[in-house]
C-alpha cells in the first residue's frame, strides 16, 4: 500500500504532470482568444495551397514564368505545400505584428480544405527572431476536423504526459478573422492549441537544446539503410544536420535492431534505447488506443536521440484521433477490446525482438498497470472529460451558428472523408476501454 501511495503522488506531482497548471499558456480548460488580421493579398496567397498525392505520386509544384515564388511549407505525408502569409495577431491586449500564418495538416486539413474553420501554425517569430507569445515561438491550432467532441487531442496529452512521457501541453483557442472586404472579425471557431516541440521544449524535458530531434514519416519500425546518412534523411527526417556523432549513433541503432544476432541485441539494446521511456510510449499509445502512430501507420511521432543519456526516446504527436478515432484499425469494439500484453500493431522489428526478452515483457507489464491504475483510470479521464466539455459547451455553440450563419460546409468529397472516421462517442467509449483494460489486468484465477 505504502509503494502505491508513493507511486500515485510521485506520478500525480511529478514536473511533467504539474508543468502544464503552472504555464500562463497551457491548461485543461483554458480558452485564449487569438485574432488574426490579415490583408486581402496575403489571404489570398494562404489559399494557394498546392500538391498533394494521386496515384501517379506527389503533384509537382510549379511557378509560373514572370510569377514569384511563395514560400511554402511541404508536407511529408500527404505532399500539401502550404504557402506562408503575413498576419497580425491580437492576443491579451498586445498586438503580434508580422507573424507568419499558414495552414497544416495531412488529412486533417483534406477533411476541411473547402471550409474557413482548417488547423493553423502561427510562427510568432518568421519574420521576426525575436518576438514570442510569452516564451512560445510556434502555435500550432488543431481544428478538430473529425472529432466533434473536440477532447480527444488533449484528453490523449494528458495521459502521455501523467504516465512519465515527455508530450505537449495542450490549451484552446477561441480564434477570430479580420480580411478587409471579406471577414470583420468572424468566428472561425475552437481549436486545440497544442504545445510545439522545439527546443523549449527538450529544454523543459531533458534540460538540454542539443541533441537530435527527428519525425520520422512513412517508416512503421526502424529501418536500416545502410551506413550512408544521406539515405536516411527522408525517412527519419531530422529538424537539423546531425553531427557525425550523431547520424552514427541512429545508424548504428537502426543496425542494431535489424542485424545484430539475438544475443548481441539483448546486451546493447539499452545502450542505445531509453527502454523504460519507450514501454510508456507504447504501453499509453495501446491503451488509449493511438492507431495513428509509430506502431501502426509509421506516423505522428518524434524520436530524440538525448545527448545526456547518448539514448533514444519516443514522443508523441497528433492525437486527434486517438480513443478508437481511426476506423482504418478496427471497430469501435475492437478497439474497445484491443489486448494489452503488448504494443498494438502488427509486426514490427523492434518490437517482437524486445518482447522476445522475458524481462522486457514484465516490465512492459508492470507499466501498463501502473499507467491503468492512474493515468488511464476512469476516474481521471471522465473527470478531466467533464472539465473540458463545461469548458468548451458554450464555445462550440457559438461558432455552430457562425458556420451556419456563413454556410461553411465541406464539399461532398470532404464530407465523405471525414464521415469515414465516425469516431466513438467519448464517455461511453472511456467507460468501456477502462473496464476492459481492467478485466485483462484481472490475475488469471480471478478469471476462472
Known amino acids: 500500500m505504502r509503494y502505491l501511495f508513493v507511486l500515485m503522488f510521485g506520478l500525480a506531482f511529478s514536473p511533467t504532470a504539474l508543468a502544464q497548471e503552472k504555464s500562463p499558456v497551457f491548461g485543461l480548460t483554458k480558452i485564449h482568444e487569438f485574432h488574426l488580421e490579415i490583408s486581402a493579398q496575403e489571404w489570398a496567397q494562404m489559399q494557394k495551397v498546392e500538391g498533394g498525392f494521386t496515384i501517379f505520386g506527389p503533384k509537382k509544384i510549379v511557378v ?82 473529425v472529432d466533434a467532441s473536440r477532447t480527444r487531442e488533449a484528453l490523449a496529452y494528458g495521459v502521455f504526459r501523467v504516465a512519465g512521457v515527455p508530450a505537449p501541453r495542450t490549451a484552446f483557442a477561441k480564434i477570430t478573422l479580420t480580411v478587409p472586404g471579406k471577414y470583420d472579425k468572424e468566428l472561425v471557431g475552437v481549436y486545440t492549441f497544442v ?74 539494446i539499452g545502450e542505445y534505447l531509453d527502454l523504460d521511456a519507450f514501454l510508456r510510449f507504447a504501453a499509453v499509445n495501446t491503451l488509449l488506443p493511438n492507431t495513428d502512430c509509430f506502431f501502426t501507420t509509421g506516423h505522428n511521432y518524434f524520436i530524440y536521440l538525448n545527448p545526456k543519456t547518448n539514448k533514444l526516446v519516443f514522443m508523441p504527436w497528433d492525437l486527434d484521433i486517438s480513443f478508437a478515432g481511426f476506423p482504418a484499425m478496427g471497430s469501435v469494439d475492437q478497439q474497445v477490446a484491443l489486448v494489452i500484453q503488448r504494443p498494438l500493431g502488427g509486426r514490427i522489428k523492434l518490437v517482437d525482438r ?14 501498463v498497470k501502473e499507467i491503468a491504475g492512474l493515468a488511464f483510470s476512469r476516474q481521471r479521464l ?58 485483462q489486468l484481472e490475475p488469471s484465477d480471478e478469471k476462472k
Do not use: C
Request: charged share 35%; glycine share 6%; net charge positive.
Open 195 to 268: 504545445e510545439h516541440v522545439d527546443k523549449g521544449f527538450l529544454k523543459d524535458h531533458f534540460k538540454t537544446t542539443k541533441g537530435l530531434l527527428m519525425k520520422p514519416e512513412r517508416m512503421r519500425g526502424i529501418e536500416y539503410l545502410g551506413d550512408d546518412w544521406a539515405k536516411y534523411k527522408d525517412r527519419y527526417r531530422p529538424k537539423h544536420e546531425p553531427t557525425r556523432a550523431e547520424s552514427e549513433r541512429v545508424i548504428a541503432f537502426a543496425r542494431l535492431v535489424n542485424k545484430a544476432d539475438d544475443e548481441t541485441f539483448k546486451k546493447q
Open 64 to 145: 509560373k514564368p514572370g510569377e514569384e515564388a511563395i514560400e511554402r511549407h511541404m508536407t511529408a505525408g500527404f505532399g500539401l505545400a502550404f504557402p506562408w502569409a503575413k498576419a497580425d495577431l491580437h492576443a491579451e491586449g498586445k498586438v503580434y505584428k508580422n507573424v507568419g500564418v499558414r495552414y497544416k495538416g495531412n488529412g486533417s486539413y483534406v477533411s476541411t480544405d473547402k471550409m474557413l474553420k482548417r488547423n493553423l501554425k502561427i510562427e510568432v517569430d518568421h519574420y521576426d527572431d525575436e518576438q514570442r507569445f510569452h516564451n512560445v515561438k510556434t502555435i500550432t491550432l488543431n481544428a478538430g476536423a
Open 382 to 439: 471522465l473527470k478531466e472529460l467533464d472539465a473540458m466539455q463545461a469548458a468548451l459547451r458554450q464555445h462550440l455553440a457559438l461558432e455552430k451558428e457562425a458556420m451556419e450563419a456563413r454556410k461553411d460546409k465541406r464539399d461532398a468529397a470532404s464530407e465523405a472523408f471525414a464521415n469515414w472516421f465516425a469516431p466513438a462517442e467519448m464517455r461511453s467509449f472511456i467507460e468501456r476501454r477502462t473496464a476492459a483494460v481492467a478485466k
Open 354 to 367: 524486445l518482447f522476445a526478452l522475458p524481462e522486457v515483457q514484465e516490465k512492459y507489464l508492470k507499466v
